[in-house]
């Protein structure tokens, strides 16, 4: 007996928070990777359709969004806007789901105090481990593109070393 067998799995998805210069080139390398991506900021200046053509633009806090657009297993979300009043609810929610990645951009010394003031909120330290920061593989990269790169590589990484059962990064 011959039987047909078609899985059908929800997309992988990418959730960008903060619609800065590194979301733009980001967003076509994730697209272009097989990820439905969508684009978070809650200053709508920064969120065109110019900047972002043919993607979902969600205009609200972070928080709030992510409540709404639920990430799951195989949901990424990076924290790009180097704003705390914008990424620290942003990581706060992503941290709370079963998101396979959460990455944040900022430097070593940004991130330690991202990391001192999300615990102040409660946030505990098994969950901080959870955050690619600074994200992004180290490469050396400094434009928005060179930055882009190193963060679909350590996202591609990440989700292929989990369908492995390899131990993440």
Not at 12 to 17: F, G, T
Not at 48 to 77: C, G, I, Q, S
């Amino acid at each position: 007996m011959d039987v047909f067998v078609r899985p059908f799995v929800d997309p992988w998805r990418l959730l960008i928070v903060g619609a800065v210069h590194i979301a733009q080139p980001l967003s076509t390398m994730a697209s272009l990777a097989g990820f439905q991506v969508t684009i978070i900021d809650p200053r709508a200046a920064y969120l065109t359709p110019e900047r972002f053509p043919d993607l979902p633009l969600v205009n609200d806090w972070p928080d709030v969004a992510l409540a709404e657009l639920k990430p799951e297993e195989r949901t990424a979300v990076v924290v790009l806007s180097h704003d705390h009043k914008i990424d620290d609810p942003a990581l706060q929610a992503a941290l709370l789901s079963p998101a396979f990645y959460i990455g944040a951009l900022g430097s070593r010394r940004n991130h330690n105090r991202r990391v001192e003031r999300l615990l102040q909120e409660g946030v505990t330290a098994d969950q901080v481990k959870r955050i690619h920061a600074p994200i992004g593989l180290d490469i050396g990269g400094s434009s928005a593109g060179e930055i882009a790169v190193s963060v679909i590589a350590q996202l591609i990484s990440t989700r292929n070393k989990r369908l492995s059962g390899e131990p993440a990064d």
